[in-house]
């Protein structure tokens, strides 16, 4: 069992910046992947940002290139999200996820086997 706690959401104006951290704690592998998932109410949940733990392989979403940054601490076992330049269709519940045993970073949420519960990032036009 993994779990994770998301936090670092919160209220901020268009193009502010809020930093999300996520903390895994249990059994953790020695290698593995952590995705940051959002949804927004109405639609389906999608990625964001993943990264392996050696940091090899990341991956973002074409919306958030280029304005958010997914970093990992190996040490504290937390990913953190670096989000500048917010919009407000970056309005959503935002998700950290755990895939075990892999190399490579996933893009499917199907793919990940451990989820958070979420922080609420609320962007103000």
């Known amino acids: 069992q993994v779990q994770l706690v998301e936090s670092g959401g919160g209220l901020v104006q268009a193009g502010g910046s809020l930093r999300l951290s996520c903390v895994a704690s249990?059994?953790?592998?020695?290698?593995?992947?952590v995705g940051w998932f959002r949804q927004a109410p109405g639609k389906e949940r999608e990625i964001v940002a993943g990264?392996?733990?050696?940091?090899?392989?990341?991956y973002y979403e074409d919306s958030v290139k280029d304005r958010f940054t997914i970093s990992i601490d190996n040490a504290k076992n937390t990913v953190y999200l670096q989000m500048n330049y917010l919009k407000s269709e970056d309005t959503a519940l935002y998700y950290c996820?755990?895939?075990?045993?892999?190399?490579?970073?996933?893009?499917?949420?199907?793919?990940?086997?451990?989820w958070g519960q979420g922080t609420q990032v609320t962007v103000s036009s």
């Open positions: 996820a755990y895939k075990a045993a892999t190399w490579y970073t996933p893009r499917a949420a199907e793919d990940y086997e451990y």
């Open positions: 249990g059994r953790i592998f020695g290698y593995y992947a």
């Open positions: 990264i392996n733990r050696s940091a090899s392989n990341i």
